[in-house]
C-alpha cells in the first residue's frame, strides 16, 4: 500500500515560509518574554523591552547572551490564533532550523533551546527557537545566519544580544527587507530578569500540540501534514472506519506500559499467554509500516500519528473484549507522556503539577480497566539495552543520551489518572515479574467486587494457584462460565 503512494516533497526553510514579505509589510511583534534553558537543565526567564527599568538577567543567562562571545535568538513565528495548518508549518521549520544550525559553519556555535512568550501567558502564544552563542563573535556567523534565513523571509526571526562587562544586555532585531537586504528594526532594548511563570508556558499549548484531549485534534493535524506526507491520509482512511465512540466488550483490558528495555515486550506475551488473552500494540500493524516516517517528524506530527493509532487499537479492543481478555502493549499513556518529556524543556521541576488536566484520559478514547508500569533502573535498562543491540527511535535513544528527560518520561507516567499507572518492579527473573503482575491483576479486581465477573475468575484463579499453567487453566475455565451467564 505505502509503495503505490508518491514520494514525499523535501523539507525546505524557503517552502514552509509562505510568501515572501514587502519591504512596507509590517513586521509580527515578537513576545516581549523568553524562557532559556541552561546547563543543568533550569530556565532562566527574561524580558526585552518595557517601561520598568527591571533587574538584571540571571548571571548565567547574561553569561550566554552576552560577552564574551556574541548571541542571537531565532525563534519561529506563529500567528496569534494560528490554525492547525500553521501550528505544523512552524513545527517542520522549526525542526528544519535545528538541521541546518548544526551543520558547518554554524555548528561551531553553541545551541540551546529557547521559547518566546507573552506575558499573559495562555494557548498560542508560544514561539520555538533556539539561542545560538558564537564564543568567537565571528562576523561569519552573522554572515551565515543571514544567508540561512534568506531562504526564510517569513521565517525564523533573528534577534542579535550585545552586552558588556556589568551583566548588562541589549537585544536588537535584524529584518530582511526587498532591495535593501538585512537591516536592524528599530532601537536596541535592555533585557531584564522576568518572573517564572506558574506553569511552563508550553503546557496550556500541549492539547493541540502532542497531548491530544480527543481525536479530531489529532485528525485534523494529520490532515493538514496530507500535501507533504501522503501515508497521512492512508492513517485517516482507517481511523474514519472506527467507531466515533468504541465500546469494551465484557472482558477485562489491560495496558501493559514501560519505557524501552523494561521487559514490556516479554511481559505482555506472557501476561497473554497465562491468561489466555488477546494481545494487541500500540500502534497497531495496520499503521506500523509508517512508523519511521512520522518518527521523523516534529513531535505534533508524531504525536498525531500515536494518538490515532490509539483509537484504531481501541477498536481492535471493542471486538476482542467480546470474546476474551485483552492485553495491550502501550496505550494512551506512552502517548502523552513522551509528548510531555519532549516539549516541557527544563528538568522536572517544569513538568505541569500533579492533577493538572492533561494527566486526563482522552473523553473519547476507549478506557483499559488497568494500567501497569514496569521500572527498571537506569543502570539494568543501559546493561539489557547493549546486551540486546536494539533497535531504537530518536525518542528511546534520547532516553540513554539524556537522563533528565527519562526521569521526565517516568514522572509523566506515574501522574496519569483516570486511570493511573500500577507501578511494577521489572528488575527480578522474568517469572519473578510474571508472578508480580499476575498478582497486580489479581488484586485488582478482587477489590472491585461490583464486577462479578472478574471476581470470579479471580477467585478461581485464586483457588487453582498462581502458576502461569494453572492461571491460563483458570482462565480458560472461568471464560467458559462467563459465556454461559
Known amino acids: 500500500m505505502a509503495s503505490a503512494l508518491r514520494p514525499r516533497s523535501p523539507l525546505l526553510l524557503g517552502r514552509l515560509s509562505g510568501p515572501r514579505r514587502g519591504a512596507c509589510a509590517p513586521a509580527m511583534a515578537p513576545p516581549h518574554r523568553f524562557a ?9 526567564h527574561f524580558a526585552v523591552g518595557g517601561d520598568a527599568p527591571g533587574a538584571l538577567p540571571d548571571p548565567r543567562a547574561a553569561a550566554l547572551l552576552g560577552p564574551p562571545g556574541r548571541s542571537y535568538s531565532l525563534c519561529v ?7 492547525c495548518a500553521a501550528r505544523v508549518r512552524a513545527a517542520r521549520l522549526h525542526q528544519r532550523l ?6 558547518d559553519p554554524l555548528r561551531r556555535c553553541r545551541l540551546r533551546p529557547l521559547l518566546c512568550y507573552g506575558p499573559g501567558g495562555g494557548a498560542g502564544g508560544v514561539q520555538h527557537g533556539f539561542l545560538l552563542h558564537d564564543p568567537s563573535d565571528s562576523p561569519d556567523t552573522r554572515r551565515a545566519l543571514f544567508s540561512l534565513l534568506g531562504e526564510s523571509p517569513e521565517g525564523p526571526r533573528l ?27 528599530g532601537p536596541r532594548e535592555r533585557v531584564v530578569s522576568a518572573p517564572e511563570p506558574a506553569l511552563h508556558p508550553v503546557v496550556p499549548d500541549l492539547p493541540s500540540s502532542g497531548v491530544f484531549p480527543h481525536r479530531e485534534a489529532a485528525r485534523a493535524v494529520l490532515e493538514a501534514c496530507i500535501p507533504f506526507i501522503p501515508e497521512a ?26 519505557l524501552d528495555a523494561t521487559g514490556k515486550t516479554t511481559v505482555t506475551q506472557s501476561v497473554s499467554d497465562s491468561l489466555n488473552a488477546v494481545l494487541l500494540k500500540s500502534p497497531p500493524a495496520c499503521i506500523s509500516q509508517w512508523r519511521k516516517i512520522f518518527d521523523d517528524e516534529p513531535t505534533i506530527i508524531r504525536r498525531a500519528f500515536y494518538s490515532l493509532g490509539n483509537y484504531i487499537v481501541a477498536s481492535e479492543i471493542t471486538k ?50 488497568l494500567v501497569l508500569l514496569l521500572t527498571v533502573s537506569p543502570e539494568e535498562r543501559m546493561h539489557r539495552i547493549e546486551r540486546r543491540g536494539m533497535e531504537r527511535t530518536r525518542e528511546e535513544a534520547e532516553l540513554e543520551a539524556n537522563s533528565i528527560f527519562r526521569q521526565k518520561v517516568e514522572v509523566s507516567y506515574q501522574r496519569m489518572e483516570n486511570p493511573c499507572c500500577h507501578v511494577v518492579d521489572a528488575s527480578p527473573s522474568r517469572e519473578e515479574v510474571l508472578q508480580m503482575v499476575l498478582s497486580v491483576i489479581q ?41 454461559m451467564w
Not at 532559556?36 to 532562566?44: I, V
Not at 535545528?98 to 551543520?103: D, K, T
Not at 536588537?172 to 532591495?179: A, I, P, S, T, V
Request: glycine residues 8%; proline residues 8%.
Open 443 to 483: 488484586n485488582n479486581f478482587l477489590s472491585h467486587p461490583e464486577s462479578m465477573r472478574y471476581t470470579e475468575v479471580t477467585r478461581k484463579i485464586s483457588q487453582i494457584g498462581g502458576s502461569p499453567f494453572s492461571l491460563s487453566h483458570a482462565y480458560t475455565w472461568a471464560t467458559d462460565e462467563i459465556s
Open 77 to 83: 513565528p506563529l500567528a496569534p490564533g494560528g490554525d
Open 159 to 185: 534577534g542579535e544580544f550585545v552586552g558588556d562587562a556589568r551583566l548588562q544586555v541589549w537585544q536588537r532585531l535584524w529584518e530582511l527587507r526587498d532591495g535593501a537586504g538585512w537591516r536592524q528594526v
Open 233 to 258: 491520509q492512508a492513517v485517516l482512511d482507517l481511523v474514519d472506519q472506527c467507531p466515533e465512540q468504541a465500546q469494551k466488550g465484557k472482558f477485562p483490558v489491560i495496558a501493559i506500559e514501560g
Open 36 to 44: 532559556l534553558e541552561l546547563p543543568g537543565c533550569t530556565l532562566a
Open 320 to 369: 476482542e473484549s467480546t470474546k476474551s481478555p485483552v492485553i495491550v502493549d502501550r496505550y494512551w499513556h506512552s502517548t502523552a507522556a513522551y509528548a510531555i518529556a519532549t516539549e516541557v524543556t527544563g528538568g522536572l521541576q517544569h513538568l505541569p503539577p500533579a492533577h493538572h488536566p492533561i494527566y486526563q484520559w482522552p473523553r473519547d478514547l476507549l478506557k483499559p480497566d
Open 98 to 103: 535545528l538541521h541546518q544550525l548544526r551543520r
